[in-house]
């Protein structure tokens, strides 16, 4: 995308060359000397006034010229920055995650955030650090249905969740301790999906939340 820009930048520079290119079509040229010092006189005045007129269009055009210029350089500038960073939370725990689609308004403030006991529905890409996926619910078309705090998943995810509310994005850097540990996800035979002692990330969307029954 920063080539993109930058190829935007040069079309529009070269268009303002050829703008003040034709500007200078408005300059005045030396009229002809004329045998009648009446009509000599006459006509320069009208050619002192015709090139006043000439001179103000030519310094508004080459003025918008140079607005058009310093405008096109600052875009192109704000084009070419480098994007905000985003802002990592790290908990005491060693887990540490990235809202990627936060809710915002009075009606998300309203709505219920996943706490302990409740019951999630989750859509999830995992990875290795790598970044070679080992599992992903939204390919397979089945997201994963759980109640928080009773261990049915990897303590990470769980508590990754934790605050998050329906239609929710984050990703979670998952370390190893809350993840599978040095057991890892190993088959028989065919190797292992997550090797042991292995950090992992998550990319979570929170589909819907509901408290657990009483």
């Given at each position: 995308?920063?080539?993109n820009a930058m190829a935007r930048y040069f079309a529009l520079v070269v268009l303002?060359?050829?703008?003040?290119?034709?500007?200078?079509?408005?300059?005045?040229?030396?009229?002809?000397?004329?045998?009648?010092?009446?009509?000599?006189?006459?006509?320069t005045g009208l050619r002192m006034q015709s090139g006043a007129h000439d001179v103000s269009r030519r310094n508004l055009m080459q003025g918008v010229a140079g607005a058009a210029i310093a405008g096109i350089a600052q875009g192109a500038s704000a084009a070419t920055a480098a994007p905000p960073k985003e802002k990592v939370v790290k908990l005491e725990n060693g887990l540490a995650y990235v809202d990627?689609?936060?809710?915002?308004?009075?009606?998300?403030?309203?709505?219920?955030?996943?706490?302990?006991?409740?019951?999630?529905?989750?859509d999830y890409i995992a990875y290795l650090r790598d970044g070679t996926i080992f599992d992903?619910?939204?390919?397979?078309?089945?997201?994963?249905?759980?109640?928080?705090?009773?261990?049915?998943?990897?303590p990470g995810l769980e508590i990754g969740l934790v605050g998050?509310?329906?239609?929710?994005?984050?990703?979670?850097?998952?370390?190893?301790?809350?993840?599978?540990?040095?057991?890892?996800?190993?088959?028989?035979?065919?190797g292992c999906l997550v090797p042991p002692d292995t950090d992992l990330v998550y990319d979570v969307t929170l589909i819907r939340v509901a408290p657990a029954p009483i």
């Open positions: 995308w920063k080539r303002i060359g050829q703008l003040a290119a034709s500007v200078s079509a408005f300059a005045p040229t030396a009229a002809p000397l004329l045998r009648s010092t009446r009509h000599a006189s006459a006509c990627k689609g936060k809710r915002e308004g009075m009606l998300a403030g309203l709505e219920q955030a996943v706490g302990g006991g409740d019951f999630v529905i989750v992903n619910t939204k390919k397979r078309g089945k997201p994963v249905t759980f109640q928080v705090g009773k261990n049915q998943v990897i998050m509310k329906a239609g929710e994005s984050r990703r979670l850097y998952v370390p190893s301790a809350l993840g599978y540990k040095e057991r890892g996800v190993c088959l028989e035979g065919k």
